[in-house]
């Protein structure tokens, strides 16, 4: 073996097309220059191809012989096997019938109690076994290797002697089953692993020479077999590094551990922080990094993408469409997601289950090719009838199961056309599903072709057939035909969620992402790293029942230690062997699914003063650069909404104070609920969270109602009066006895203690309840102007008055803490004070900041009790407060509205209040409702009455008229002022 060095300040693609050039180069007997007998490692199949393609390119005109390109998996072939290799479905069929079959005293300990003889029942072990024999086999182990390892046996010993157990359980089950597998003429896949590593199969000649270039992160039994070729073949391991850079690397050219997590490489020379771009989502990464690609031209610019979190894809997919961008995802796609593996695990459900639930039936007559194949069977057929009468089907019976026949099958004439079709598929069973399923197929598709696809739609159709076909070819093994149906349809579920397929780019102008391992192949200039997360990068296996970390490295096979060390390594040698700032990273905080994404621990090997900087950054607040998609709604579409007219001289407004609240917050949402009366979308939670804050104030108000309750000063009594009020009120609510219900009413027992306690202390201070639940009702109506009156309508919660001082009124709020009442009242943002100003609404100053007043309720309720009972309330009514009962004491409490900010007292809140009040009405009067508030408050209750903003959705006519009336009303005032 000899080991050589590749210049890391260069392409490693660069480095082994030079090496093989000036190193490897030989002239065959006819003249022809010759790389046939080197065999090299690459490991991925992209990774091959990037290497073909620049050999052939320096090859030039003159050619050369290729070198034979291989991944490590195809190295390890035995000499000889005793049996054919079983297939997957094979093997999973296998250990079924066997566990339910056989039993030893061996190894029957492995389970707590035996399953039933039903083989479908031994699956989960089945799977376990397997997945376990794909681990074990990247070293050429088998489960007897295991149990008989005496590096093994003494650390069970030191650490856990009944794995020790364990194991040897496993090991007899394995000489069991192996022993039945071998009668059926198969061997399993982890024993040709195991042959290879004893016995492999040399190259085929001419091949003397094997080059592992780089090669970081093989299966380690690959060295086992190296090591047999050695004697005999010339072998040259490449390490992309400088010869003083020797120690960090084993002799086949691995990252040691030490070496490359104990004592890193600093990369901040090569990646500073103005090349890490943060967003907040995937679709903000996905639109900056689609942008940049546009801007780029990709197809000419020597720039290369990695998209290393799968889950990227899904936005950064849509993106490129939008800007007609043409990119390729490299990874797998799984069948089962597949419009065509979709319809297989529905076709499966119909015909494999005794009852099939009516949620099979529905589904696949929502599928177009079941609706396309019945419309060619039956030329009357109507599809748009049959959906209609399924859904009247559904709302008239409630169907469950799939019946033998349709009810009432003369007023559903379509749907029985459906059913009848589907229910043949039920009936005419073969005894294989996989020829079941064939014969299905062989009648949906019989005049289907591809012609009339889209061509990407056609792409994936033609790539998941491919790899349903192959499944199904899986299935003619003469072992699965003598599986039970059951089995069959349980393997077949399996296989289908483990089936995928590979797509092909559409075209050469294409963006291809690289994969982590192969990034080093690429001679591309720039490099885009995106979704460069913790757990993608490095990734590792937590929490393995079988083969824990520890045990690994005793076993020698791949440990979380080492993908460290290789991914270290990696990512070094992508910086180092390209100029500063070429490499990107771009990074989301959230992934798709919402959760929280860590940086990559590679992001943090820079020196100690880049890393605080980089650690405030990343853990920093990150603003969003989302913008919302403008969708275009036609015209015939738009909302045409009635007139706003104004309202007639003399005319009286009856509203609440909560309405003109509600017209302050946004005119538009006031429109929609106040003049056209719509419901709003209201979100039901069990039960209403507004049926509990309405049994709270009604329990305060009859506890303010009663004479000698309302005078109690004891802070029990009142707690003790309140809660028995409040028992005989929920007591029907107590039967559901839910969880959450019994929770609820647990917080609001809490809240009522709060206003005993609350209440003690302000009948102690003198202050006595004078009336509770004071309707406006009866009230007359208030002139505000010559033209208009206000008549309001509503309830004050409370009034209170104590001698000497006055009186209050109070308002009940049912909060969280005492701190939502400054956001409830005022605003200091630009939007709120910008959007007051350009309606000409007055505006508040505290503490040197302008703020927009945001609720009225209670100085309204002050100026309509002194105009309508002057000799009672003018000039006695000193105190606006808000009862607010929060969730604990400490957040509750009696808070009044001018003393909410104890350095600079609302002293002029009551003056502002009413000239609010009257600007506001004026914008009533005059039918002014138009624009919505820029804080799009309409959203909370009326966003699904819009396609998109509301200026996109609703009649141009309406708006250009609101608009008119706007500036015209506004410039008035304004040339009047």
């Known amino acids: 073996m000899i080991r050589q060095f590749i210049s890391p300040e260069k392409s490693l693609l660069q480095g082994v097309v030079e090496h093989l050039f000036s190193a490897s180069l030989r002239q065959t007997p006819m003249g022809a220059q010759s790389l046939a007998h080197c065999m090299i490692v690459v490991p991925t199949a992209r990774s091959a191809r990037h290497l073909r393609l620049a050999i052939a390119k320096r090859a030039g005109e003159k050619g050369v012989l290729a070198p034979t390109i291989v991944q490590p998996e195809q190295m390890i072939q035995p000499r000889s096997l005793p049996f054919p290799e079983a297939s997957f479905a094979e093997l999973l069929a296998a250990l079924t019938l066997f566990l339910s079959t056989h039993t030893s005293e061996a190894w029957s300990p492995l389970f707590d109690k035996i399953p039933s003889a039903e083989a479908s029942n031994w699956l989960g072990f089945a799977q376990q076994c397997v997945q376990l024999w794909k681990r074990l086999s990247t070293k050429g182990y088998t489960f007897n290797d295991v149990a008989q390892s005496p590096a093994v046996q003494t650390f069970f010993t030191e650490h856990c002697q009944e794995e020790q157990t364990r194991w040897n359980q496993l090991a007899a089950f394995e000489t069991d089953f192996l022993s039945y597998l071998h009668a059926k003429n198969l ?49 040259v391991v490449l390490l992309h590094a400088l010869p003083t850079e020797a120690h960090r690397f084993d002799q086949w050219g691995r990252p040691l551990i030490t070496a490359w997590t104990e004592t890193p490489p600093s990369l901040e020379d090569s990646l500073s922080d103005k090349n890490i771009h943060l967003y907040l989502q995937n679709d903000e990464l996905s639109n900056a990094l689609v942008t940049q690609l546009a801007k780029s031209n990709p197809y000419t610019e020597k720039l290369g993408l990695s998209v290393l979190d799968p889950s990227l894809f899904t936005s950064l997919e ?139 739609a056609a792409k994936e159709f033609l790539g998941a057939i491919h790899a349903l076909i192959e499944l199904l070819t899986a299935f003619d093994a003469p072992l699965l035909k003598d599986a039970s149906s059951s089995l069959q349809t349980e393997i077949f579920k399996i296989l289908l969620n483990q089936g995928d397929y590979q797509l092909e780019e559409d075209a050469l102008a294409c963006v291809t992402s690289l994969g982590w391992l192969e990034l080093a192949w690429s001679d591309c200039e720039t490099l885009v790293l995106a979704g460069l997360s913790e757990g993608v990068v490095p990734d590792a296996i937590v929490g393995d029942a079988f083969l824990p970390n520890q045990l690994c490295r005793v076993l020698q096979l791949n440990t979380n230690e080492q993908r460290l060390a290789r991914d270290t390594f990696l990512f070094s040698e992508l910086l180092r062997a390209r100029q500063p700032d070429a490499v990107h990273v771009l990074l989301s905080v959230t992934s798709a699914a919402g959760e929280i994404q860590k940086p990559s621990r590679l992001l943090f090997l820079c020196q100690d003063a880049t890393l605080v900087t980089r650690i405030k950054r990343f853990f920093g607040e990150i603003p969003s650069t989302r913008q919302m998609t403008q969708r275009l709604v036609p015209d015939a579409w738009r909302l045409q909404l009635p007139e706003a007219k104004p309202m007639k001289k003399g005319a009286i407004l009856q509203t609440s104070a909560t ?144 001698e000497g001082v006055g009186y209050r009124l109070i308002d009940y709020k049912t909060w969280k803490a005492t701190d939502k009442l400054k956001d409830h009242l005022i605003s200091t943002s630009k939007k709120s004070t910008t959007f007051y100003q350009s309606r000409q609404y007055p505006l508040g100053q505290i503490l040197k900041k302008e703020y927009a007043l945001k609720s009225i309720q209670l100085p309204l309720y002050r100026y309509v009790l002194e105009a309508s009972e002057p000799k009672r309330f003018r000039g006695k009514i000193t105190s606006l407060a808000y009862f607010i009962l929060g969730e604990s004491e400490r957040n509750s409490g009696l808070c009044d509205t001018i003393k909410l900010n104890a350095e600079c007292p609302l002293n002029n809140l009551y003056p502002l209040a009413i000239e609010l009040m009257q600007s506001a009405v004026r914008d009533i009067q005059n039918a002014i409702f138009w624009p919505p508030s820029p804080e799009n408050a309409w959203q909370w209750e009326y966003a699904s009455l819009f396609l998109a903003e509301p200026k996109e959705s609703i009649s141009k006519a309406w708006i250009q008229q609101q608009e008119a009336r706007f500036a015209m009303y506004h410039k008035k005032e304004a040339r009047h002022d």
């Open 659 to 802: 309405g003109l609240d509600t017209y302050l917050k946004c005119p538009f949402t006031y429109y929609l609920s106040k003049v056209l009366r719509l419901e709003g979308k209201k979100t039901k939670v069990e039960p209403e969270v507004q049926t509990f804050g309405n049994y709270l104030h009604e329990v305060l108000d009859a506890f303010a109602k009663d004479p000698q309750m309302r005078d109690l000063t004891d802070e029990a009594l009142i707690f003790e009066a309140v809660q028995c009020h409040f028992n005989r009120l929920t007591s029907p609510l107590r039967l559901a006895h839910t969880r959450n219900l019994t929770l609820i009413l647990e917080a609001l027992k809490r809240r009522l203690k709060t206003f005993a306690h609350i209440q003690a202390q302000l009948r102690s201070e003198g202050w006595q309840i004078i009336t509770s639940e004071y309707r406006f009702s009866n009230s007359q109506a208030i002139p505000l102007t010559e033209d208009l009156c206000l008549q309001l309508r509503g309830s004050i919660d409370r009034i209170d008055y104590k």
């Open 187 to 235: 061997c399993a896949p982890v024993e040709r692993f195991a042959y290879a590593k004893r016995d492999p199969k040399l190259p085929d000649t001419p091949i003397d020479t094997i080059l592992l270039p780089a090669l970081v992160d093989p299966l380690p039994v690959i060295y086992d077999i190296l090591e047999q070729y050695d004697a005999q073949m010339k072998i």
């Open 318 to 456: 849509l993106v490129c469409r939008q800007k007609e961008i043409a990119i390729h995802n490299p990874s797998l796609h799984t069948l089962n997601r597949s419009s065509l593996g979709r319809l297989t695990q529905n076709l499966i459900s119909l015909i494999a289950s005794p009852e099939c639930s009516w949620e099979i039936l529905n589904a696949l007559l929502h599928e177009d090719d079941i609706l396309v194949y019945i419309g060619t069977q039956i030329p009357e057929f109507d599809r748009t009838k049959c959906l209609r009468e399924l859904n009247l089907y559904q709302n008239t019976f409630f169907p469950k199961t799939i019946p033998d026949r349709l009810l009432d099958e003369a007023s559903y004439s379509h749907l029985v056309f459906a059913f009848n079709l589907l229910h043949a598929f039920r009936s005419n069973q073969e005894p294989s599903l996989a020829t079941t399923l064939r014969t299905i197929f062989s009648k949906i598709y019989a005049t289907r072709t591809t012609a009339a696809m889209e061509k990407h």
